[in-house]
């Protein structure tokens, strides 16, 4: 079988002081194969049945505005109110009941908003669970992470938690997470840690992840060394992304410019992952934040048919033979862009 040489989550770097970490050590062996899926399937063209993971965005609403974040670039809750809403339970149940009958292994609830709005969110994780799941997860600022919440989040099995927070110092932070007070979001991780050690479970796996950025590349290894003294168990960077070229202020950022595209660009997303807006609206990867490319919607279609229909086999069609710019949704989109960044900068120090 053919084998390309597909970049996995190209933008991510993590440091990992162990191959199995102690908050994985009792994952079944159904989550190691999601794992060798995840890593393996762009490479070799393999389309499962079904998505290994289901993006679910259960809220659209956030309590912060991050100037660097796609939402407030586009001034989304003013310009388009009509995108903001929390995911109906029943919706949620529906897309997790047919993904547990074709074996889904992964569901991440959340995309554009904080999941931690939605008042169902224990519930959402519980019923995950019970229907099979192995990896239960999902992204936070870590503002509500604390009191009765953590310990729900906790007790209804959650698998991992990422909280974003991207500076170590107190005015740097602020001015970053705008909204959020630098003491209150550490205390809030330092509890949950205390929380989940003192529950006597190894997991949730708790993660830390900056943005990269220009305003706090100076600090990638205190920071690390910040939150792990803190007991969490992996500290994570993503590369700052101009969303569509929105930001203002991208020239104070970090990212190479001006770039070349690679020709041979495959996204590994389209064999990994699709996503599920709060209304319903069935997107093909994290990339297209205006839903161009609205492949159906899951309250009335079948996840399962949307995956293999005519589409998104058209689309993985492309990227397979490096014609991948034909397709709108990648014209506009950024990763491209970025992955080219990031290999320039890294053949530039090297």
Request: proline share 4%; hydrophobic share 35%; aromatic share 10%.
């Amino acid at each position: 079988m053919e084998r390309k040489d597909v970049k996995i989550n190209p933008t991510y770097e993590e440091v990992r002081e162990a191959d199995i970490l102690p908050c994985e050590a009792d994952l079944p062996e159904r989550y190691w194969e999601y794992r060798r899926k995840w890593n393996e399937n762009p490479k070799h063209n393999i389309v499962e049945d079904f998505p290994l993971n289901l993006d679910l965005e259960v809220s659209s609403y956030c309590n912060l505005r991050c100037p660097m974040c796609y939402r407030t670039l586009e001034n989304l809750e003013e310009k388009n109110p009509s995108r903001l809403g929390f995911m109906d339970w029943r919706l949620f149940q529906k897309c997790i009941d047919e993904g547990s009958e074709y074996g889904l292994y992964a569901v991440k609830l959340n995309y554009e908003g904080e999941p931690l709005l939605h008042p169902k969110l224990p519930e959402m994780i519980a019923y995950a669970k019970k229907k099979g799941v192995v990896d239960v997860q999902f992204n936070t600022n870590g503002v509500l992470l604390k009191g009765d919440l953590a310990k729900k989040i906790l007790d209804a099995g959650v698998d991992r938690v990422i909280i974003s927070f991207d500076s170590i110092h107190k005015e740097r932070y602020e001015a970053i997470r705008v909204g959020a007070k630098f003491e209150e979001v550490v205390r809030n991780v330092e509890e949950f840690v205390k929380l989940r050690d003192k529950s006597g479970r190894k997991g949730p796996c708790i993660r830390v992840s900056m943005v990269k950025m220009k305003e706090n590349l100076d600090e990638v290894d205190e920071f690390y060394r910040f939150w792990k003294e803190r007991g969490v168990d992996l500290v994570t960077y993503v590369n700052y992304v101009n969303y569509k070229g929105k930001d203002p202020n991208a020239g104070e950022r970090y990212i190479a410019q001006p770039v070349k595209l690679r020709d041979d660009f495959i996204c590994a997303q389209l064999w990994q992952r699709m996503f599920v807006l709060q209304d319903g609206t069935i997107t093909p990867c994290c990339g297209d934040l205006d839903a161009q490319e609205v492949l159906g919607n899951a309250w009335t279609d079948s996840l399962h048919k949307v995956w293999l229909g005519a589409r998104l086999t058209h689309l993985r069609e492309l990227h397979w033979i490096g014609r991948y710019k034909e397709m709108k949704i990648c014209q506009t989109c950024t990763l491209p862009y970025t992955v080219a960044a990031i290999e320039q900068v890294n053949s530039n120090l090297n």
